[in-house]
């Protein structure tokens, strides 16, 4: 396992590092879930289920089937196979010790261009936005990452939405807005809740 191997091995790890991740993880290994579903089931809102299934899509543990507005989910079983095999090489000593500087892994997996993945690399550290951008070029795949950590069809009160930015960074306010007046996600009026736009 080479530093870069290490570096995804903890990705995943991380994702399934949570009581509730975990849990949807195995609600989703022999069939396919909903986030509607699986809210149900898990007693918690929709939006922190979508959250935590962001979370575990981006780590590549899930694929997803869309059905008309409907989006399913299940367990991708090679995942699991390479985290065995990650797992089984930590006795492995490093033959060539690397210097670990972030953890970019989960940006290498993206099926984006390499240009916007640069950004990306520019702009992050460890799956956290370090600055805003003052391109507006740039800014715009930032904006596009961040709308991702958001669900298609679900709407989120202003709080929730500050609370999913807030892990990413903190100015929300900021990038809330900015994720509106690019288009990104659509506001109701007199300041209600939020959520994707069909461009996103």
């Known amino acids: 396992?080479?530093?870069?191997?290490?570096?995804?091995l903890l990705f995943m790890l991380k994702a399934l590092a949570d009581?509730?991740?975990?849990?949807?993880t195995r609600m989703m290994a022999n069939q396919e879930r909903t986030v509607t579903e699986m809210a149900q089931i898990i007693g918690l809102s929709e939006p922190t289920v979508s959250h935590h299934v962001s979370k575990l899509h981006t780590a590549g543990f899930l694929t997803l089937r869309m059905a008309g507005n409907q989006r399913f989910y299940m367990l991708k079983p090679e995942q699991l196979d390479l985290l065995k095999t990650f797992i089984a090489q930590i006795?492995?000593?490093m033959k060539h010790p690397e210097t670990i500087l972030s953890e970019n892994a989960w940006i290498d997996a993206l099926n984006w261009d390499e240009e916007d993945k640069k950004v990306l690399r520019?702009?992050?550290?460890?799956?956290?936005l370090i600055q805003l951008s003052s391109k507006e070029k740039s800014w715009l795949v930032?904006?596009?990452?961040?709308a991702t950590k958001f669900e298609v069809g679900v709407r989120y009160s202003e709080r929730q939405t500050n609370q999913i930015i807030t892990d990413i960074h903190a100015d929300y306010a900021t990038i809330r807005r900015a994720l509106v007046e690019f288009g990104f996600m659509?506001?109701?009026?007199?300041?209600?809740d939020y959520w994707l736009t069909p461009k996103a």
């Open 1 to 8: 396992m080479d530093s870069k191997q290490q570096i995804y």
């Open 19 to 24: 009581e509730n991740r975990l849990a949807m």
């Open 91 to 93: 006795k492995e000593p």
């Open 122 to 128: 520019d702009n992050t550290r460890n799956g956290k």
């Open 142 to 146: 930032v904006l596009r990452w961040l």
């Open 186 to 192: 659509s506001r109701e009026r007199g300041g209600g």
